[in-house]
Each structure stands twice: as structure tokens, then as C-alpha cells.
């Protein structure tokens, strides 16, 4: 229910109207607070597969580059929102629309930093960058492609990244992944607050009401933190020697073009593009009962893409909308943007503190495992209501079956394509490109009457 107190229902439904501060402010940072733990994660599961440390020194680069990139997630989401609620020009669809770090480029950027790729984090950072100008100039003609991607594709490629996410959720909940693994990797010491994450999440989730079930995830990774604390699986001395300000590098790791990986960002702009829509749209819906405008859908791509293009310069990784703050604009039934734009900042200030990355960097991996098991598996919940507006007739039923196939066994045997070269293998082995690429073409080629 919303808070009448906070204004007329006029005014609720108004993007600029501003609420009295003393209630503005906390609203803001209710809105980081929903989606905290899902900005900072890909980032952390970018450092663990690029061989940096988690929560130590251990790993190729180390604990100084985990907390930067973490940094960078929280600096340039602020960012990335500001140009949504404030905007630039045509850039940025003026609306409540809070951006973060998306999950949906995790499952490309893995390979692209991991054994596969040779480019590392350089030929990653200028891929986010490079895609990010791509995704701009999407802004020019989304509404016109989306005929293109109806909730058969759509559905297919959320539930997709959901499943190539699920592992690395297991992976770490169990003590990490191969490369950064421990000698306990799978006890019971491992599982137990991972188990405690997982279980207080649903408790929260199920039986609590208002914006305590929207961060239930946050409230089970404190849950988690603090039992792995008694178990002596924390270690703060990260924090001791972090530094209290710190701005951005441009190119920190320098610039390195790999086609692979700017293809692949591409591609998957495509795809954060469409969900921005949805996202633009169902802020209007929810929030001001009107559909929103091409001007409102268009600045929102132009800000999602310019977003992610900044990000890449100087270390951060892709940015999208982040759907949890939608539903969270639904809840209160505030469209304000201004409430979103201190949101942003307090993101931004945060982004300039080193000892806030710091200490997210103490959280044990096993930890976040065991919250990241329930944001994939909701990723993976999330492309099976989308493909539930299917009409699931015979054609459309072998354009699934097809596409899910191939790119499911390819994530599940990724050496069936050793020969086919470093690029190809970066592409494809996510299994996401191929299932885009084949529902994609088999949706536009195949005639409607073959269903019956």
C-alpha cells in the first residue's frame, strides 16, 4: 500500500514531483537497498572466473582489483541512473528506472575472461565499451525490432542465461569454482551458511509484507554473513587496507580488441535493450496507469547503452534496468524520479569509497552463494512466466525444442566445440547466441500455418 501521507494520488503518479525530503531520502535508499546484492554479484563472479582474489589475495590480480571492480558496479549504476531520471539531451527516459550491473552479459564475459579467452580483463572492458555504443544506437530503432523478439525468444534467452547461471550459484555455495577452490569445497562447513542464506530467504520472502520481502535476498546473505562469522570464515583484514577515497582509472587494464567479445556484448545489448523496454513499460503501468511513450522507451536505451559504454571506459561492467526497482514502484505506488535520482547518489558516493568495496569483498564466497542460488533460479522463474504467453502449438513447440537443445548441450559439453577456434568457442559455449540465433530465425522463417 502506498503512503498517502507522501503526497495527492496526483502527485504519486507524477515522475516530477518531488516528496519532502525527510521522506524522499529514505525512499532512495530503499530503492539501493532492493537491488544492492544483484549490482555488485556479476562483478564478483567476473573477478572469481578472471582469477581475482575473493575476500583474500588470493588469485592472479588480487584483492586491490576485487574491490575496485566492485567499486565501479556501485559507481556507475549510480551513474547510469542518473542519466535515466535526470537525462542528457535525448538521452534517458526521465522516469523512476533505477540501472545496475546486469546478470544477462555474465554468462558471455566468463569465457571472455576465463580459460577461453586470451584477452583477459582489457579485451573485456573495451567489449562493454564497444557494446555499450552499440547499445546506444539501438535507441534509434528498438521499437522498431522488437517485432523480432516476441516471449517465445524473449522467454527462451531469459531462461537460458538463468541456466548458465545455476552452476557457478552451486559452485560457490559449495566453497567456489575450480580455479579458486578450497580444500573444504563441498562440507558441510561450506553448506551451512549457504543453507542459512538460502532458507531465511524464503522465510522472508514468503511471510513478510512490504520492502522487507523485496530485499529478502539481502536480509539472507546477513543472515549467512553472520553465521559464517562464528565460524571463523570472515576476514576483515581487506578493509584495514583499503583506502578511504579513490577515483576511477580510465583503462585501467588497457585496451585490447577482441572480436568475440565485442560481438558477443552486442548481441546480448539486444536483449538487455528488450527488457529495458519491458521495464520502461512496466513502470508507466504500475506507477501511472498509462503505457509509456516511444520518446521514454527510446531515452532509456540511449541511457542504457551510453551507461554501459562509460562503465567500460573505466572498468565497470554492463549496466541495465533492474526489474526488482519496478516492482518496488508498483509497491509504493511513487513514480518520482527525484526519489530514485538520491537513490543514484548515494550510490555514487559509495562508488568513491574503496573500504564500502572492501568490505562487501569480506562477504564469503559460499555466502554469496547461497543468495545467487536464488537470484538464478528467479532468473530462470522469470523465462518461464515470459514463455507462459506462448500459444504452445506444434511449431512454436519445435522452435523451443531446437533451440533449447543445442544451446543447453552446449553449455553442458563445451568441448564438442574445441575445433572450431578461440572466437567461435567465446560465442557460443554460453549456449545463449545459438538459442537467440536459431528461435530468432526459425520465429521469422517458419509460417504460421505450420502450427496446425
Known amino acids: 500500500m502506498a503512503d498517502i501521507s507522501i ?48 575476500g583474500s589475495d588470493q588469485g592472479a590480480l588480487g584483492f586491490p582489483d576485487m574491490t575496485y571492480m566492485i567499486q565501479m558496479s556501485m559507481l556507475f549504476a549510480g551513474i547510469a541512473t542518473l542519466f535515466q531520471t535526470i537525462g542528457i539531451g535525448p538521452v534517458g527516459a526521465r522516469l523512476p528506472i533505477v540501472q545496475g550491473t546486469s546478470f544477462a552479459f555474465v554468462p558471455i564475459m566468463i569465457p571472455a575472461v576465463a580459460g577461453l579467452g586470451t ?28 517485432y523480432a523478439l516476441p516471449p517465445l525468444v524473449t522467454g527462451l534467452i531469459v531462461l537460458m542465461i538463468g541456466l548458465a547461471l545455476v552452476k557457478v550459484g552451486i559452485q560457490y555455495a559449495a566453497g567456489g569454482v575450480p580455479k579458486m577452490g578450497t580444500p573444504a569445497f563441498g562440507s558441510l562447513a561450506m553448506w551451512t551458511p549457504a543453507l542459512v542464506v538460502v532458507l531465511v530467504t524464503l522465510a522472508i520472502k514468503f511471510f513478510a509484507r512490504g520492502f522487507l520481502a523485496v530485499a529478502a535476498v539481502l536480509v539472507g546473505i546477513i543472515a549467512g554473513y553472520v553465521v559464517a562469522w562464528t ?43 528488450i527488457e529495458t ?13 498509462r503505457e509509456a511513450t516511444d520518446k521514454e522507451i527510446s531515452g ?6 551510453a551507461g554501459t559504454a562509460v562503465a567500460g571506459i573505466f572498468g565497470g561492467l554492463p549496466n541495465t ?32 569509497i574503496p573500504k564500502i568495496g572492501a568490505a562487501i569483498n569480506t562477504v564469503p564466497i559460499n555466502v ?85
Open 231 to 273: 565460524m571463523g570464515q570472515v576476514n576483515f583484514s581487506s578493509i584495514a587496507r583499503a583506502g578511504v577515497f579513490s577515483v576511477p582509472v580510465p583503462f585501467k587494464w588497457g585496451f585490447e580488441f577482441n572480436l568475440a567479445i565485442v560481438l558477443g556484448m552486442c548481441f546480448m545489448a539486444i536483449v538487455s535493450a
Open 368 to 452: 554469496l552463494g547461497g543468495g545467487v542460488i536464488v537470484m538464478f533460479g528467479m532468473v530462470c522463474a522469470s523465462g518461464v512466466n515470459m514463455l507462459s504467453e506462448v500459444k504452445w502449438n506444434r511449431r512454436n513447440m519445435v522452435i523451443f525444442a531446437t533451440a533449447l537443445s543445442v544451446s543447453l548441450g552446449l553449455q553442458l559439453e563445451p568441448s564438442a566445440l574445441q575445433h572450431v577456434g578461440q572466437t567461435a568457442q567465446i560465442l557460443l559455449t554460453s549456449g545463449l547466441l545459438p538459442a537467440a540465433a536459431i528461435a530468432i530465425v526459425l520465429n521469422l522463417v517458419l509460417p504460421e500455418d505450420l502450427a496446425e
Open 7 to 54: 503526497g495527492t494520488p496526483a502527485q504519486m503518479r507524477d515522475p516530477d514531483y518531488m516528496p519532502p525530503l525527510a521522506k524522499a531520502v529514505p525512499l532512495g535508499i530503499q530503492h539501493v537497498l532492493a537491488m544492492f546484492v544483484s549490482n555488485v554479484t556479476p562483478a564478483i563472479i567476473v573477478c572469481g572466473a578472471a582469477g581475482i582474489g575473493f
Open 321 to 352: 534496468s533492474f526489474s526488482q526497482n519496478v516492482g518496488l514502484i508498483a509497491m509504493t505506488g511513487l513514480m518520482s524520479r527525484h526519489v530514485v535520482t538520491i537513490g543514484a547518489v548515494f550510490l555514487i558516493v559509495c562508488g568513491f
Open 300 to 305: 532509456a536505451t540511449f541511457a542504457d547503452g
Open 119 to 146: 584477452a583477459g580483463l582489457a579485451g573485456l572492458m573495451t567489449g562493454v565499451m564497444l557494446g555499450g555504443v552499440f547499445h546506444f544506437f539501438l535507441g534509434f530503432v528498438v521499437g522498431r525490432i522488437r
Open 277 to 289: 523496454v519491458g521495464d520502461c513499460s512496466g513502470i508507466t503501468k504500475g506507477g501511472a496507469g
